[in-house]
């Protein structure tokens, strides 16, 4: 009975054996570990990462110095063991990772890979954003997006710029200035978009297609922009966060200012477009009393732009964890530096027009 009780437990530790896989990580020098990081602050057996028999991966940490982290919602939990996802954030010490990265790594198994302690790179989200330019369910999906922000902004940029929940960043980043620059190109209105037709739909995939030179011109210009700031909040708070966080958090928010800046453009369409087609002069506009349309659209214009300042802001304080009064510092010397750049790249354009203009 025994003997049989003996061989039970060992066929028992072969099937468990067989269908879970443990790994060790640990730290790159002490290299005692299957998957090793490159960190000071990982120890030398940091964790334990499991792969169980119903196919669930699992995070042990075993009692490392610095602790082991998963990243819920936008903030990071301290965890002795639990269940996580192949994509799913976690810091082993200052190093952060995910399951898939420390598993795509030469002898994965041996000992002898080396594990990349950065985050999912912020190319590989545009790139699939770029990819979803045609799909109308993702389009929908980021102009309901857009309602969420308004009315939770800190609560869903976070989500959004972190867990890349529930949009892409940068596909909300895409649509918004696909929509931005359609609108401005060819001078769209509300009234035009409202008495739209059924077979006026198909003119939509060629004014995009006309639209993108300007589209790419817009997007290059405001990924460059945001190299920026990353280095002044950087600077100025000496805090470490990662290029990549940062780049998808500005995705959100560039997304965020194309939608709102387009629904203005409509509005001063609409009013400049009845100006230019009746030919009013200013004395006329108010002998038939539509200044009252340009004060709301003024008013409306100022509401929007201030809440975009207002969405910045909260997006950079809970993104650095930092205070308001030092947001609002950082936030004023970004726009000092973005103009003294523009007006840097621009002064070259503006003497040769003037040197072109000037009586020989």
């Given at each position: 009975m025994r003997q049989r009780r003996c061989e039970f437990q060992r066929?028992?530790?072969?099937?468990?054996?067989?269908?879970?896989?443990?790994?060790?990580?640990?730290?790159?020098?002490r290299q005692q570990a299957d998957l090793r990081l490159d960190d000071a602050t990982v120890s030398g057996l940091h964790a334990d990462l499991v792969l169980t028999d119903d196919g669930r991966w699992m995070i042990e940490d075993r009692n490392s110095t610095n602790g082991t982290k998963r990243c819920s919602n936008g903030r990071w939990f301290a965890v002795k063991q639990a269940y996580v996802l192949p994509d799913e954030r976690l810091r082993f010490g200052a190093a952060e990772t995910t399951i898939r990265r420390l598993l795509q790594t030469p002898d994965q198994g041996g000992g002898k890979g080396e594990a990349d302690a950065t985050v999912v790179?912020?190319?590989?989200?545009?790139?699939?954003?770029?990819?979803?330019?045609?799909?109308?369910?993702?389009?929908?999906r980021n102009v309901l997006f857009v309602l969420d922000l308004i009315g939770s902004p800190a609560k869903h940029i976070i989500h959004c710029g972190v867990n890349r929940r529930p949009v892409n960043p940068f596909s909300f980043m895409v649509f918004g200035g696909l929509v931005y620059t359609v609108i401005t190109t060819f001078g769209l209105t509300i009234s035009?978009?409202?008495?739209?037709?059924?077979?006026?739909?198909?003119?939509?995939?060629?004014?995009?297609?006309?639209?993108?030179?300007q589209f790419i011109l817009f997007f290059t210009l405001t990924l460059i922009a945001n190299v920026v700031p990353?280095?002044?909040?950087?600077?100025?708070?000496?805090?470490?966060?990662?290029?990549?966080?940062?780049?998808?958090?500005?995705?959100?928010?560039?997304?965020?200012y194309w939608m709102l800046l387009s629904f203005i453009?409509?509005?001063?369409?609409?009013?400049?477009?009845?100006?230019?087609?009746?030919?009013?002069?200013?004395?006329?506009?108010?002998?038939?009393?539509?200044f009252g349309a340009i004060y709301n659209t003024y008013?409306?214009?100022?509401?929007?732009?201030?809440?975009?300042?207002?969405?910045?802001?909260?997006?950079?304080?809970?993104?650095?964890?930092?205070?308001?009064?030092?947001?609002?510092?950082?936030c004023g010397l970004t726009s000092f530096a973005i103009i003294g750049l523009l007006a840097l790249i621009s002064s070259p354009m503006i003497l040769l027009a003037m040197a072109v203009s000037a009586p020989h």
């Open positions: 066929l028992h530790a072969l099937f468990r054996e067989i269908v879970m896989k443990r790994w060790t990580i640990g730290s790159r020098k790179p912020w190319r590989s989200d545009l790139a699939v954003g770029l990819s979803k330019i045609h799909d109308v369910a993702e389009f929908k035009a978009l409202v008495k739209i037709h059924n077979e006026e739909y198909s003119r939509i995939p060629g004014m995009i297609l006309q639209s993108i030179p990353f280095f002044i909040f950087r600077r100025m708070t000496l805090k470490k966060r990662h290029f990549d966080d940062f780049m998808r958090l500005m995705a959100v928010v560039n997304g965020m453009v409509l509005f001063w369409n609409e009013f400049l477009i009845s100006v230019i087609r009746e030919n009013l002069t200013l004395e006329k506009i108010m002998e038939k009393l539509q008013i409306l214009s100022m509401v929007i732009v201030f809440y975009l300042g207002f969405f910045a802001v909260v997006a950079q304080k809970h993104f650095w964890n930092i205070s308001y009064w030092r947001t609002l510092w950082c």
